[in-house]
């Protein structure tokens, strides 16, 4: 049973840090590329941070770099989003995504934790 599970989102005050966590099981964790997106209502998910397979590359939207950096850990099955200098816009439901490598189709997708920026 494939299984994505966020875990780490919260309330944190601008400026503040969070570290988002996805824990991964029922399926190759190594042949996927992880990716983490965000929602707010009303609008479509975007696409937050990317990290290749092996972890040997990354990319992050414009709105991120300098702030969040992804991670994984192979042996662990975990993908981890740290989050730095938090601002209001970065409010909304942040999910983990598992891609394959070389089949396009084949992905899945967490719950999502939501993630609240406010004083």
């Known amino acids: 049973q494939v299984q994505l599970v966020e875990s780490g989102g919260g309330l944190v005050q601008p400026g503040g840090s969070l570290r988002l966590s996805c824990a991964a099981s029922g399926f190759t964790f190594s042949s996927y590329a992880m990716s983490w997106y965000r929602q707010t209502p009303g609008k479509e998910r975007e696409l937050v941070a990317l990290i290749t397979a092996a972890g040997g590359s990354t990319n992050y939207a414009d709105s991120v770099k300098g702030r969040f950096t992804i991670s994984r850990d192979n042996a662990k099955n975990t993908v981890n989003l740290q989050m730095i200098s938090l601002r209001p816009e970065d409010t909304a439901v942040y999910y983990c995504?598992?891609?394959?490598?070389?089949?396009?189709?084949?992905?899945?997708w967490g719950r999502g934790t939501q993630v609240t920026v406010s004083s």
């Open positions: 995504k598992a891609q394959h490598t070389s089949f396009r189709l084949l992905n899945y």
